[in-house]
Nanobody, 122 residues
Framework: QVQLVESGGGLVQPGGSRRLSCVAS????????TAWFRQAPGKEREFVAA????????YLADSVKGRFAVSAGDAENTVYLQMDSLRPEDTAIYYC???????????????WGQGTQVTVTS
C-alpha cells in the first residue's frame, strides 16, 4: 500500500510563489517516478511536472515551463513543486502521484494523494 500526502496549497496573489510538498509512505520501491497533476473546475486533469526515480530527469508541461520546478527533497520520498510567477489560470487542485512504471507517461501514474487546493487571485 502506498500513501501520498500533499501540503502547501493556499491562497496566493498573481505573481506570487508557493511550494507544494508531497510525502510518500508505505511500500515505495526505489525505482519510482513522482508527478504533479492539477485539475481546475470544468477542465481535464493536466500532467504538470514529473521527476524520474533517480531525480536526474524532469518533465514540465509547456504551460508551466520557466515558472515551476520539480525536485526531490532531502527527506526520503519527498518531492516538491516550486511554483513561481503564479497566474490566475494556475488555480486548481494539485495532486501528487507515483508510478513504478514509466515516470514520463501520465497514464502510468496509479497512486494518488488527496490533493491540495491552490488559488491564485488578487
Amino acid at each position: 500500500q502506498v500513501q501520498l500526502v500533499e501540503s502547501g496549497g493556499g491562497l496566493v496573489q498573481p505573481g506570487g510563489s508557493r511550494r507544494l510538498s508531497c510525502v510518500a509512505s508505505g511500500r515505495i520501491f526505489s525505482s519510482h517516478g513522482t508527478a504533479w497533476f492539477r485539475q481546475a473546475p470544468g477542465k481535464e486533469r493536466e500532467f504538470v511536472a514529473a521527476l524520474s526515480w533517480s531525480g536526474t530527469s524532469t518533465y514540465l508541461a509547456d504551460s508551466v515551463k520557466g515558472r515551476f520546478a520539480v525536485s526531490a527533497g532531502d527527506a526520503e520520498n519527498t518531492v516538491y513543486l516550486q511554483m513561481d510567477s503564479l497566474r490566475p489560470e494556475d488555480t486548481a487542485i494539485y495532486y501528487c502521484a507515483i508510478t513504478f512504471a514509466n515516470w514520463a507517461r501520465a497514464d502510468d501514474y496509479n497512486y494518488w494523494g488527496q490533493g491540495t487546493q491552490v488559488t491564485v487571485t488578487s
